[in-house]
């Protein structure tokens, strides 16, 4: 059975980091493109990052490039987010999903993690 | 960058109804790299359809997707009280892989 948890959201001030972690299981994790999505309070879905099986290339959103870093360790079977930089625009539910081949289309998601920055 | 629209931004409906969804691209999404996904309240998305219109294992054949370059659709021939939800497309050609702003189906 695919399971796709993610941890490491919680609060945090405008400005500061955060590193989210999604630990996948039940497929053989190299072998799959994965994402991020996120999902502000009662918005619709924002697709954030993506990363190859490999670890390259990545690919971003334009309103997080150049402050999130996504990357994977394929022996952990674990996809990362390295969020820097954070504002207050970005508090939302952070999903991590698994692609059916390597580019975005996700058919399996985690339960999702609450990010929420606030002064 | 491909923006996706959808329309309309609510449908409501009653079960055994028909409902039509559409989802348009400002430009050409090639090979129809175009999905769809049900959310429903306090749940992850749920993937429908790919490549436009290939349904995924396990989705009743209710649920149908079709179309090419700028427009597709999403077709439920019977709604059924589970089907009641927020849908969102995706098109996965070309980075960045946004959705559309969704559209929600709710009872009339």
């Known amino acids: 059975e695919v399971q796709l948890l993610e941890s490491g959201g919680g609060l945090e001030q405008p400005g500061g980091s955060l590193r989210l972690s999604c630990a996948a299981s039940g497929f053989i994790f190299s072998n799959y493109g994965m994402s991020w999505v996120r999902q502000a309070p009662g918005k619709g879905l924002e697709w954030v990052s993506g990363?190859?099986?490999?670890?390259?290339?990545?690919y971003y959103a334009d309103s997080v490039k150049g402050r999130f870093t996504i990357s994977r360790d394929n022996s952990k079977n674990t996809l990362y987010l390295q969020m820097n930089s954070l504002r207050v625009e970005d508090t939302a539910i952070y999903y991590c999903?698994?692609?059916?081949?390597?580019?975005?289309?996700?058919?399996?998601w985690g339960q999702g993690t609450l990010v929420t920055v606030s002064s | 960058e491909i923006v996706l629209t959808q329309s309309p931004g609510t449908l409501s409906l009653s079960p055994g109804e028909r409902a039509t969804l559409s989802c348009r691209a400002s430009q050409s999404v090639s090979r129809s790299y175009l999905a769809w996904y049900q959310q429903k309240p306090g749940q992850a998305p749920r993937l429908l359809i790919y490549g436009a219109s290939s349904r995924v294992t396990g989705i009743p054949d209710r649920f149908s997707g079709s179309g090419s370059g700028t427009d597709f659709t999403l077709t439920i021939s019977r709604l059924e009280p589970e089907d009641f939800a927020v849908y969102y497309c995706q098109q996965y050609d070309i980075s960045p892989w946004r959705f559309g702003q969704g559209t929600k189906v709710e009872f009339k």
């Open positions: 999903g698994k692609s059916q081949g390597w580019a975005g289309d996700l058919n399996y």
């Open positions: 990363i190859r099986e490999s670890g390259a290339p990545t």
